[in-house]
């Protein structure tokens, strides 16, 4: 089993940047799909980027966030720029081990971080 730990949340305001990182451990995750995804207070989970091969983005961050992953150290990474309030959330890192092509959908993955708070004054 893979253990997801992410770091560098915070809070910053409207215009600002962050950069999360996913750190993993056990079992390679070279050759899974990793994700980002959040959610804030009352509403659902939902979808924010992916990346295998290739990246996948949520129309609501493309431009704005950019999804990497840096194999050797067994970490992900999502940079988030020009931040707005509406992106506050906890935000969690997942890996789909399936080889399947990229999935924007939660039931996807299978290993999740514990999240880490993203806050975004006005």
């Known amino acids: 089993q893979v253990q997801l730990v992410e770091s560098g949340g915070g809070l910053v305001q409207a215009g600002g940047s962050l950069r999360l990182s996913c750190a993993a451990s056990?079992?390679?995750?070279?050759?899974?799909?990793m994700g980002w995804f959040r959610q804030a207070p009352g509403k659902e989970r939902e979808f924010v980027a992916a990346?295998?091969?290739?990246?996948v983005y949520a129309d609501s961050v493309k431009g704005r966030f950019t999804i990497s992953r840096d194999n050797a150290k067994d970490t992900a990474y999502q940079q988030m720029n020009v931040l707005k309030p509406e992106d506050t959330a906890v935000y969690y890192c997942?890996?789909?081990?399936?080889?399947?092509?990229?999935?924007?959908?939660?039931?996807?993955?299978?290993?999740w971080g514990q999240g880490t708070q993203v806050t975004v004054s006005s």
């Open positions: 997942a890996g789909d081990a399936s080889n399947l092509p990229i999935a924007a959908t939660v039931g996807r993955y299978n290993y």
């Open positions: 056990g079992r390679a995750f070279s050759g899974h799909t």
């Open positions: 990346i295998r091969r290739s990246t």
